[in-house]
């Protein structure tokens, strides 16, 4: 859902990075002294970051219970933190800081619509994938003539900062690309006929453009992604240790359920073992 700009770092000075999840052997064997994990059990406590503010149907205020958060990625690491014998908490930050926020100390894990992109695995490592996302366009409904990016070509187009489909826009010839730092305002702008159009991943399209009355999903999604947990590199073992609770909960349907729950489960997931 959201990438996190990288600004003048060093990239070359970094010689390789983790990928997703890659090479778990290698990567446990190396990292065998690493306290990450038993940090996290000592605790009790896996503490993951995420931003809730428009974040349906991420991680979200519940509005029948005022002060708690429900979403499928809150399910998704109560059912993690499960697997490690501990209990999750959540740490609410905007989504834009989530990597400094972790890089910093202030939580294991950063788990928000965090796509695994080459220069984000530059300066955190990245676990398994545990949802494929595309890319949904979604206009207000009466407009006729969209279904796909070659029918936006002079018109203008919301999205969210710092996102793959920012950068698919901005790479689209023609196309005036408006971006917000909260996912919210893409959708206001189209109700109100500011743009013409909203570009955004499948979850927050079925979320925001689908759910609304005044608005419509069109064409097929496109540009596959992949959204991976986040967490700094010197903390293999906990990452290592969380990918062999993903492919638990892949392996005995945990997944499956809580993406069906969310009413988020499609064709895409297959490729990374739920079926």
């Not at 029948?64 to 998704?76: A, Q």
């Not at 010197?234 to 240790?241: F, G, H, K, N, Y």
Request: proline letters at 4%.
């Amino acid at each position: 859902m959201k990438r996190f700009l990288l600004k003048g770092l060093a990239i070359a000075l970094i010689t390789a990075s983790q990928g997703c999840g890659s090479d778990h052997a290698g990567a446990g064997a190396k990292h065998a002294a690493d306290p990450s994990l038993q940090r996290v059990k000592h605790a009790g406590v896996l503490v993951w970051g995420a931003d809730v503010i428009g974040g349906v149907p991420y991680a979200f205020e519940d509005p029948k219970h005022p002060g708690s958060h429900i979403g499928f990625e809150v399910d998704l690491a109560r059912e993690i933190a499960h697997q490690l014998g501990v209990e999750p908490k959540l740490e609410i930050r905007a989504w834009d800081t989530l990597i400094p926020e972790l890089q910093k100390g202030s939580f294991d894990m950063a788990m928000n619509g965090i796509e695994d992109t080459p220069d984000r695995g530059a300066i955190v490592a990245f676990s398994d994938p545990y949802f494929v996302y595309s890319q949904q366009l979604t206009v207000r409904r009466g407009t006729t003539g969209v279904a796909g990016l070659s029918d936006l070509k002079g018109k203008t187009v919301a999205t969210l900062s710092g996102t793959a489909a920012e950068d698919i826009l901005r790479q689209t010839p023609g196309i005036k690309v408006v971006t917000h730092p909260e996912i919210i305002y893409s959708y206001r702008d189209l109700q109100s006929n500011r743009v013409d159009a909203v570009l955004l991943d499948s979850p927050i399209a079925a979320a925001y453009g689908a759910a609304n009355p005044k608005l419509r999903n069109v064409g097929q999604s496109f540009g596959e992604g992949q959204y991976v947990a986040a967490f700094r590199k010197e903390d293999q073992s906990l990452r290592l240790a969380v990918d062999d609770a993903l492919r638990t909960l892949k392996r005995n349907g945990t997944l499956k359920a809580i993406y069906t729950r969310w009413g988020i489960l499609d064709k895409h997931q297959t490729r990374i073992g739920i079926q």
